[in-house]
Nanobody, 125 residues
Framework: QVQLVESGGGLVQAGGSLRLSCAASGRSFSRYAMGWFRQPPGKEREFVAVSRSGGSLYYADSVKGRFTISRDNAKNMVALQMNSLKPEDTAVYYC???????????????????WGQGTQVTVSS
């Protein structure tokens, strides 16, 4: 069992930056692929970024070059640094953990086993 708690959301002006953090409890954090998803108002949850247990990273095209995912296995933490924020980045952001990543692209919510409660990010124009 893995419990995830996000923090760091808030209100920021367009062009600004925010750093989201996700603290994980439970065993074998390093074995999980850790992803970030977001759910804009009135829309479905969408993939943002993933950090696989082997170290590879993958980003949605919409955030590539602006967002950076990182993890600290010693601290059971994963972070999402968001720069050059745009109003369309406004969403509830979720941290998620996937225990079975082999053969999966890990861009779909159903591929993940555990979820945090979400943190609101609002970007004003």
């Amino acid at each position: 069992q893995v419990q995830l708690v996000e923090s760091g959301g808030g209100l920021v002006q367009a062009g600004g930056s925010l750093r989201l953090s996700c603290a994980a409890s439970g065993r074998s954090f390093s074995r999980y692929a850790m992803g970030w998803f977001r759910q804009p108002p009135g829309k479905e949850r969408e993939f943002v970024a993933v950090s696989r247990s082997g170290g590879s990273l993958y980003y949605a095209d919409s955030v590539k070059g602006r967002f950076t995912i990182s993890r600290d296995n010693a601290k059971n933490m994963v972070a999402l640094q968001m720069n050059s924020l745009k109003p369309e980045d406004t969403a509830v952001y979720y941290c998620a953990a996937a225990g079975s990543a082999a053969g999966s692209k890990l861009v779909m919510p159903q591929e993940y086993d555990y979820w945090g409660q979400g943190t609101q990010v609002t970007v004003s124009s």
